[in-house]
């Protein structure tokens, strides 16, 4: 997955973790495991789950922790992603996709920062590529999860109405779903050109018609493993591969604080979105 991935799609995981603040509780949280989920989770055969790969380097962030493990506010951003998942009561699972060699320290790491009550939190390995991790995160789920929802790491602040809109669009029969939101700017098609030379533009597309895609994504989970199984060449997002297979992909309305975090302006603009919620909702 090239854009939507972007510097996300490599396995690369460096053996040096952020360390766990002395104050952090000594033990795993028993919610949190590595390997295969629970194979009868409690409920119906209408569970949702939430797949989150997290293997990026963060290469655009500058040099440090890999991109999923850079804090904000003191915890790293793929615990803010995880909880962001577990917050709707909607979501029982979230299978984390830790890179090849690196699924027993992430495992450790939400462990000791520990995760809401009530969601199963599980920790395998993933692959050389994003599309390849959230390949093995589905063929992990239990059979009585038909709701899947595909989540950026580095979207650490997405609010659970967000997250809720999107379960609910599947549920009413979406079979996939992304989150959007409409342009601020104009956007140029250009002809690319080589070491930052003028680049001739081709095109205007008409602003009214484009959104900008955020994440969760949401797709029935037959429907995302088909596409998984089919589309082996890169693509922007899970929502491309569904398209290509001829399925209608439907937008429900994004959130402003669903970005993602992908250079250094946007780790202050994740800071002051988390000073703001702390001060006004002690979050």
Do not use: W
């Amino acid at each position: 997955m090239s854009d939507e991935a972007g510097d996300e799609s490599r396995g690369d995981f460096p053996g040096d973790f952020p360390s766990v603040p002395p104050s952090a509780p000594p033990n795993l949280s028993p919610s949190v495991r590595s390997g295969a989920p629970s194979t009868s989770p409690s409920g119906s055969g209408h569970l949702t789950a939430a797949v989150i790969p997290a293997a990026g380097r963060g290469v655009r962030l500058g040099p440090g922790a890999p991109k999923a493990l850079r804090t904000l506010h003191g915890t790293p951003m793929l615990v803010h992603a995880v909880r962001a998942m577990a917050g709707s009561r909607a979501v029982t699972l979230v299978v984390v996709v830790a890179p090849p060699d690196g699924a027993p320290e992430v495992e450790k790491l939400l462990g000791e920062h520990g995760c809401p009550p009530g969601t199963e939190v599980v920790v395998v390995p993933g692959g050389d590529t994003r599309q390849e991790s959230v390949r093995l995160g589905i063929s992990v789920l239990p059979a009585t999860v038909s709701t899947v929802l595909v989540h950026d790491a580095a979207r650490p602040l997405v609010p659970v109405d967000t997250v809720d809109a999107v379960i609910e669009a599947v549920r009413d029969g979406a079979p996939a779903v992304v989150p959007a939101l409409p342009l601020a700017d104009t956007v140029k098609q250009v002809d690319p050109r080589p070491d930052g030379a003028p680049e001739p533009v081709v095109a205007t597309p008409e602003r009214a018609r484009l959104r900008a895609v955020q994440t969760p994504q949401g797709f029935g989970r037959a429907l995302l493993a088909r596409a998984h199984a089919t589309v082996t060449h890169d693509v922007t997002d899970d929502a491309s591969m569904v398209e290509q297979l001829g399925v209608q992909v439907v937008v429900v309305p994004g959130h402003e604080e669903a970005f993602k975090v992908t250079r250094p302006l946007d780790l202050v603009l994740a800071e002051a979105v988390l000073a703001r919620r702390r001060a006004n909702d002690g979050y």
